[in-house]
């Protein structure tokens, strides 16, 4: 199979299946290089288990991933070349910030230089510095999160993946933290795919949205399109479009 250039992941022909469930139904995504995709729709429509899917996180029934070109589909997560952030941000409770942030990092033997210069200019882009030595206890929701964001961006990868990174913070950290992965985005010019069921997020965040239901893609377009133009009542409806 050959991936066109410029596309930087690419899933075909997933199936997911848990026991008799079909989660993910035949699903082909392409996503381009420096594109920032936004999977959006209603909880429990496969969401998470696409981005999972992705990230090597679970065992799909069928098809291919290709992350850069390389079929990455059985492939540990550590060999895919992908930072992710979660929900519930995952870090580890017993190590400070500083180590958080180096821990795959020492993991993969980065040499220590390397590794303080890259902590160095990851927390300065995400304002974390003056929280280096504290412990992830003593961080407010929204610090955790800029922790665990910059846990994902010391790795130094092609693509970020995103599950609701935002849905635990309250409304004004949300938007706070909105423009600055937005910005974070438009500074390193990777691919992000950002999942969420919050349709201000993706209206605000993406290059494309990708409207899913029941396991399958709806609609995949630009959010101008996708708001003026939706293809059926589920799109319009869960976008808020007009008419
Ligand atoms: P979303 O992230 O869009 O809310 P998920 O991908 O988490 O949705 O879940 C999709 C569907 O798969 C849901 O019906 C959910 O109940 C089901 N599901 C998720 N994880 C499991 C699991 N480990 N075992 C069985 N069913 C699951
Ligand atoms: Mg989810």
Redesign the pocket.
């Known amino acids: 199979m050959t991936i066109s250039n410029g596309t930087s992941v690419s899933v075909r022909e997933l199936r997911l299946n848990?026991?008799n469930?079909e989660?993910l139904k035949t699903l082909n995504l392409d996503v381009a290089d420096g594109e920032f995709l936004v999977l959006l729709?209603p909880?429990?429509?496969?969401?998470?288990?696409?981005l999972n899917c992705i990230a090597g996180l679970l065992d799909i029934t069928d098809g291919q991933i290709f992350i850069k070109s390389k079929n990455v589909t059985w492939l540990e997560p550590k060999d895919r070349d992908i930072g992710m952030v979660f929900q519930s941000y995952a870090l580890y409770p017993q190590m400070t910030v500083e180590k958080n942030l180096s821990f795959g990092l020492r993991v993969a033997g980065t040499p220590k230089a390397e590794i303080a210069e890259r902590i160095s200019r990851a927390s300065q882009m995400l304002q974390i510095e003056p929280l280096l030595q504290r412990k992830p206890a003593a961080l407010s929701g929204g610090q955790r999160q800029r922790v665990a964001i910059g846990r994902a961006l010391v790795r130094d990868v092609d693509v970020f993946l995103f599950d609701e990174p935002l849905s635990n913070l309250d409304a004004k950290l949300r938007s706070e933290l909105r423009v600055e992965i937005k910005r974070l985005h438009q500074r390193l010019q990777n691919t992000m795919i950002y999942?969420t069921h919050d349709q201000i997020e993706a209206m605000t965040l993406a290059d494309r949205i990708a409207v899913?239901r029941g396991g399958v893609i709806q609609q995949l377009d630009a959010p101008q399109t996708i708001y003026n133009r939706p293809v059926n009542r589920f799109v319009a409806g869960f976008l808020g479009s007009p008419g």
């Open positions: 848990y026991g469930l989660v729709g909880s429990g429509c496969g969401k998470s288990t696409l999942v899913m």
